[in-house]
Each structure stands twice: as structure tokens, then as C-alpha cells.
């Protein structure tokens, strides 16, 4: 774990950090739901839903995805990385049901779908019902990110991402996190894009050099990066403060919210301040992937301002 201390922040007026105490008794008997059943049940098809369907279906199946009963089963027990398990919901529960097992005992999500759907994700392939989406690359802990900071000798810079399902938006993440020197970006494991091939190819590579870390509650992962002495910001409208005027150069942890509906509310609730562009047109909001384009480079900004103020008070004479 690493040792950074919480900074004072700079020019945040009357904003203070929340107390464990404070949060629980304010959010008594409340549940997050990143702790209900794993496996999800199918949706009616939005047009985003229809599109992102039609992306994984374009890709290699080979490469990609996994088919099949068997298949499935050893490669979790293998421990292969895996996003998510597609499942038929005319499968016979006692013929899937040691895969369901192994996937809740994985905290990997099974979402049940039309069988139509996963012959479109493998029409190559005898899927029996059951098609397995695999990362491209491996996942992290959080206690990685954090140490790749201190081995760098740079004061920790995180992303966490609240629900962002498209995976165009979080390839776009990860290519600007790469491009402002952001050491980990941090994913739930549901409601969110994985780490498939399309997000891949639209970070243009960032994949392989930024770490990403998949959780299973936010919420909590917030917390622990609070215990490590991160500042928690979230990118969403109606802050009180400036985001020009907001000291961004300690230890910090920026949270961007869904493409729609931005923050949830219990990671808004836990953010230590809150970040708002401002907005002179006649839109009142950004692209994700924008967003946090704009918010890093700020940071990027600050720091690099921090550095040649700590530079040239070194080098003055006592």
C-alpha cells in the first residue's frame, strides 16, 4: 500500500473530507447493488445495445470469445481473464449450472440473452448455449496502480470510470490516460465496457501501456483509495467551485460518470469534491472520453506548474 498522505487542498473553500462515520449513518441500511445476484437478466435491446452487439459480433470469434460448455468451464478454472458470460435463456439450468458456480465463485457476470445473439457473436462456432467474452489483456489489482506511482517517484493520478458501457469511449480513455502519464484506470465489473478487442483498437494501443483494474464495487474501491491518501474528484455538473480554481497537483483519483446519466449516486456521495466544466453553448454536456480529455490535461497543467515552482525555489539561494 502506498504511503501518500492526503494534501490540504488548494482554494476548495468550505469543501472538507467526509468522515467514515458520516457516510455510514448517512446511508444506514442502504445496498449497493454491485452485491445483487450475478447473473443479470436480459434487457429489451436499446438502439446502444443493437449497435454494440453488432461491434462484438464483427470480431474474430476465435480470438475473442469462447464457446461452448467446456470450453468456458476450463478456462475459468484456468483462470483465464474473462468479461462476461453470455448464456441462452433456454439453456437447461442443470447442464449449465457448475459454469454458473464457477463464474459467481470468479465474481464474473453471467447475463442471460436470446440464442439468436449468440450466434451472431459465434457463427463459426458450436456454442451450446454459452459464449465466454475474454479480455484482451490482463487485469490488475489497485494496489498495482498505486505502486506503479511510487516506483515512478510520481504522486498517484487515477481514473475510475462509473458505468461507462461504450467500449469507443473507454478505448478513448485509456489512449488519453497514456497521453497524460495517468497510472491506472480502475472498471466495475458490471454495467461497464470491458477490455475487449473494439476497446483495443480505439486506444490506439494505450491498451497494452495503461493498467487496468476491474472491481467489484466502486463504492469500496473509493474508499481504499481514500485509506491510501487520494483525493476523490468526480466529473459532473453543479459544483459550487471553479474547476480552474481547484488544486489538482496531490494525490488524486478522478471519477468519470456514464454516457448518459452521469455519476451514480453513491459515487457521487463519496467524492471529496466535485469537477464542472464550464458550458457557454447550447449543449449541456460532454462526451465522456472528452471530459476526462480536458480534466487531465488541467492536471497535466498544475503539475508541470508545481514542478517548475518546486524547480526554482531549489535553485534560490537561502
Known amino acids: 500500500m502506498s504511503d501518500y498522505k492526503p494534501r490540504a487542498p488548494g482554494n476548495r473553500g468550505p469543501v472538507e473530507r467526509k468522515t467514515r462515520a458520516g457516510w455510514q449513518a448517512a446511508n444506514n441500511g442502504r445496498k449497493d447493488n454491485d452485491k445483487s445476484n450475478p447473473v443479470a437478466p436480459a434487457n429489451k ?36 481473464s474473462i468479461n462476461k458470460i453470455f448464456m441462452s435463456n433456454q439453456a ?8 454458473m458456480e464457477e463464474a459467481k465463485a470468479r ?41 506503479r506511482a511510487a516506483a515512478k517517484g510520481e504522486v498517484p493520478l487515477i481514473v475510475l470510470l ?8 473507454l478505448g478513448s480513455v485509456l489512449r488519453i490516460a497514456d497521453c497524460t502519464g495517468v497510472h491506472g484506470v480502475i472498471i466495475p465489473k458490471r454495467r461497464s465496457a470491458g477490455l475487449t478487442a473494439v ?3 480505439t486506444s490506439a494501443g494505450a491498451v497494452e501501456y495503461v493498467p487496468v483494474a476491474r472491481v467489484a464495487n466502486l463504492v469500496q474501491t473509493m474508499e481504499k483509495l481514500k485509506a491510501a491518501g487520494l483525493w476523490i474528484a468526480g466529473a459532473d455538473g453543479g459544483a459550487k467551485e471553479g474547476f480552474y480554481d481547484t488544486s489538482l497537483t496531490g494525490p ?35 462526451n465522456a472520453s472528452v471530459a476526462a480529455g480536458v480534466i487531465l490535461y488541467e492536471v497535466v497543467r498544475q503539475r508541470q506548474q508545481e514542478l517548475k515552482k518546486s524547480g526554482a525555489s531549489q535553485s534560490s539561494p537561502v
Not at 459480433?57 to 468451464?73: F, I, N, Q, R
Not at 437447461?92 to 459454469?99: K, N, T
Open 45 to 80: 435491446e436499446s438502439a446502444l445495445d443493437k449497435e454494440l452487439w453488432a461491434a462484438e459480433s464483427s470480431l474474430s470469434g476465435e480470438e475473442e470469445y469462447l464457446a461452448g460448455k467446456h470450453p468456458v468451464l476450463e478456462a475459468m478454472k484456468a483462470g483465464r
Open 252 to 286: 488524486l483519483a478522478i471519477v468519470i460518470g456514464n454516457e448518459g446519466q452521469g455519476l451514480s449516486r453513491l459515487v457521487r456521495e463519496r467524492c471529496d469534491f466535485i469537477l464542472s466544466l464550464p458550458m457557454v453553448g447550447q449543449i449541456n454536456s460532454l
Open 92 to 99: 437447461q439450468r442443470s447442464l449449465v449450472q457448475p459454469i
Open 162 to 169: 462509473d458505468e461507462i458501457e461504450d467500449p469507443h469511449n
Open 107 to 147: 465474481g464474473i457476470v453471467v447475463q442471460q440473452v436470446d440464442k439468436s445473439k449468440l450466434d451472431r457473436l459465434v457463427p463459426d462456432l458450436q456454442h451450446q448455449g454459452v459464449v465466454a467474452q475474454a479480455a484482451a489483456v490482463a487485469y490488475v489489482e489497485v494496489d498495482e496502480l498505486l505502486a
Open 199 to 201: 476497446v483495443a483498437k
